[in-house]
């Protein structure tokens, strides 16, 4: 599996966790918040990765 999958399976595990602990705390409690965090932070690392690959594809073919 490559990086960047790795990347989406972690990212889809998180947002199943996030979708539970919804089921189980209110939007604001803590646990969601941080949780939400969590996913938001690995979504920013996969923006990134996806813009990096892309450069590097850019320069290369020039």
Not at 24 to 52: C, F, G, M, W
Request: a negative charge; glycine letters at 0%; charged letters at 30%.
């Amino acid at each position: 599996m490559d990086e960047y999958q790795t990347l989406i399976t972690k990212f889809e595990l998180l947002r199943h966790e996030l979708n539970l602990l919804n089921e189980s705390y209110p939007l604001e409690s803590q646990e969601v918040i941080t949780k939400s965090q969590e996913l938001d932070r690995l979504h920013n690392e996969i923006e990134a990765y996806k813009k990096n690959r892309h450069t590097k594809r850019v320069s290369s073919s020039n």
